[in-house]
């Protein structure tokens, strides 16, 4: 059974950096490509980033330029470098299995001040 635990929120000015985490467990890390969802109050749930198991990347348009997804498959962690943060990007992030259906951890609250 997969298990992904977030962290590394916080509240943090604009134009802040937070580093948000996922650990992952209960899968072959290492073979599955990876997302970064977040979700406003009041909106759906969006991708922001994504990394294969290769090594290619994704970003929605919203944050690219200041957001780096990474993976380390030694510690089967995904990581989100987030810079120059704006507080439209206040939200829970969520990282994801792309291939397992409901594969969410508990996410964690990001919260960017003006």
């Known amino acids: 059974q997969v298990q992904l635990v977030e962290s590394g929120g916080g509240l943090v000015q604009a134009g802040g950096s937070l580093r948000l985490s996922c650990a992952a467990s209960?899968?072959?890390?290492?073979?599955?490509?990876m997302d970064w969802y977040r979700q406003a109050p009041g909106k759906q749930r969006e991708l922001v980033a994504g990394?294969?198991?290769?090594?290619?990347?994704n970003y929605a348009d919203s944050v690219k330029g200041r957001f780096t997804i990474s993976r380390d498959n030694a510690k089967k962690t995904v990581y989100l470098q987030m810079n120059s943060l704006k507080p439209e990007d206040t939200a829970v992030y969520y990282c994801?299995?792309?291939?397992?259906?409901?594969?969410w951890g508990q996410g964690t609250q990001v919260t960017v001040s003006s």
């Open positions: 994801h299995v792309r291939k397992i259906l409901g594969s």
């Open positions: 209960g899968i072959t890390f290492e073979i599955n490509d």
């Open positions: 990394i294969s198991r290769g090594g290619s990347t």
